[in-house]
């Protein structure tokens, strides 16, 4: 058996209009079932790297793009050290063995007033 992480960056709204972006994209992480815990663990200690090298307090989440343009309260983090932090999650994914990302982009641009963003999406 295989476990799904999804989430999804943007929003299905239509664009231009009511939507303020222009893409909608989901996103998995697929793995097998008996790794689950090992991966965990493997991220939690990954956390706790990156809060003794850089200060990133484990409770604070880790998106890249705010990581890059919008730091908010992460601007006491160096930017080159944000960008590494990124190449080094990068890479702690790389070397999971059975664990793979999916995404799907949807750029809702020209697309016609029924346009079902969300199912569209899943589908692919």
Do not use: C
Not at 41 to 49: E, K, Q
Not at 76 to 91: H, Q, V, W
Not at 95 to 101: A, E, G, K, T
């Amino acid at each position: 058996m295989h476990l799904m992480y999804a989430d999804e960056s943007g929003d299905t709204g239509p664009y231009p209009g009511v939507s303020p972006t222009r893409y909608f994209v989901p996103s998995g992480i697929v793995l097998r079932e008996q790794r689950w815990q090992l991966y965990l663990d493997s991220l939690i200690a990954f956390r706790r790297a990156l809060k003794q090298q850089f200060g990133l307090k484990m409770s604070e989440e880790f998106h890249a793009g705010p990581l890059i343009n919008h730091p908010n309260q992460l601007v006491r983090i160096k930017r080159n050290d944000r960008l590494l932090m990124i190449r080094l999650f990068a890479s702690q994914l790389a070397n999971m063995p059975d664990l793979n990302v999916i995404n799907v982009v949807v750029d809702k641009l020209g697309k016609w007033g029924g346009y079902d963003v969300f199912a569209y999406a899943w589908v692919r």
